[in-house]
């Protein structure tokens, strides 16, 4: 059985209404999705919401349209605005981003395409276990101007030649924990934008993918900066980055502070530990000026494993803004069972205990 939603539909899922009332109390409410396939166009839940306890419980797999012009021009498939108390359980996302990034990796004029699940515009005490998210036009899932999210168990699958999927994307929001997600995608498996604060990261399983990501940052003048970012226990097969932070080379009132990499095991990853901060993926039109993002107080602790390269750790730094207190502490990485090397511009800090590669800080 197919529902079909049209484009741009709007959907308050729990409107105001008084029969819900016990006594001064809301009953909590429930949307289902049964077993099934389910066609469904652009949709936005906005609130405000009287009611503070919403499940959304999906047994089934909600389609996106397969022509990408339906939601391509869109940028969000499926958006939450200004919601507080919605909880999504199970289910399967699939945003058939197939054509649209054949159309992209033809170099064609084609739509930037859509996120798939959108967490945005103040929405607070939000809760996500157990979602697939599969083959988005662009970010599976994204998490903006939002206080207390919590993903846990997310699956997040597509090629890893699908251009500018990452998994989940984090942006001025605070107090968010992701727990356990098994990301495989073609850009970064996790993404940290300007305004962030107080995030916490756990247990990931990333690969294929472009690794964890603080960045890229310092593309405005005066942009929020990123702090307080813990990421522990994760695993990295064959991506390209482990744990990178990337500025444009561009003037910037922007920062990244106090943030701890610990407990993570590369294999084959490119770059297993990497500070860029003169970052232009297209090698063209870039400034060419020092970025003007200050990092400092960044920590990476017990991180072994394997390089793809000869460069394991690769801190290039601003000239004009030194990266400062960066701590190296207990690292055993190799690269085809030789030691390799480390490269160090513009930057300070220590190393203590085994440091394998020969710190260069």
């Known amino acids: 059985m197919w529902l079909i939603l049209e484009p741009n539909q709007m959907v308050k899922p729990i409107p105001q209404n008084p029969s819900l009332l016990h006594g001064t109390k809301l009953v909590p409410s429930t949307i289902y999705v049964p077993h099934g396939k389910f066609l469904l166009g652009r949709v936005t839940f906005r609130g405000e919401c009287t009611n503070k306890d919403i499940s959304i419980i999906i047994d089934g797999t909600l389609v996106a349209p397969s022509d990408y012009h339906v939601i391509g021009e869109a940028s969000y498939w499926l958006t939450f605005e200004n919601v507080s108390g919605v909880k999504i359980h199970g289910g399967v996302l699939d945003g058939k981003g197939t054509s649209l990034w054949d159309c992209k990796n033809s170099g064609k004029s084609c739509p930037m395409g859509a996120a798939v699940n959108t967490w945005n515009f103040n929405s607070d005490n939000i809760i996500i276990t157990g979602l697939t998210s599969l083959n988005s036009q662009m970010f599976h899932i994204v998490i903006r101007e939002c206080r207390n999210v919590k993903v846990d168990g997310v699956k997040i699958i597509a090629p890893k030649n699908s251009p500018n999927t990452d998994g989940i994307h984090v942006q001025s929001s605070s107090d968010i924990t992701i727990l356990k997600p098994r990301i495989r995608t073609g850009d970064d498996c996790i993404s940290i934008g300007p305004s962030t604060r107080n995030l916490w990261i756990e247990h990931v399983e990333c690969g294929p993918g472009h690794g964890i990501s603080i960045g890229s940052l310092g593309w405005k003048l ?48 490119q770059n297993p530990i990497l500070i860029d901060q003169h970052y232009c993926p297209l090698y063209k039109g870039c400034s060419n000026e020092a970025s003007g993002i200050m990092i400092s107080d960044v920590l990476y602790k017990d991180i072994q494993g394997t390089s793809a390269t000869k460069v394991a750790v690769r801190f290039e730094c601003s000239s004009k803004q030194p990266c400062r207190r960066i701590k190296l502490e207990d690292l055993k990485l190799s690269y085809k069972n030789q030691v390799p090397k480390a490269l160090c511009n513009h930057v300070a800090g220590t190393a203590s205990g085994m440091v394998q590669p020969q710190s260069c800080l």
Do not use: Y
């Open 222 to 269: 005066n942009e929020p900066g990123v702090k307080n970012v813990t990421v522990k226990s994760t695993t990295f097969t064959k991506t390209q980055n482990g744990f990178r932070i990337k500025s444009w080379g561009k003037p910037s009132n922007g920062f990244v502070r106090h943030v701890h990499f610990v407990h993570a095991t590369m294999i084959d990853v």
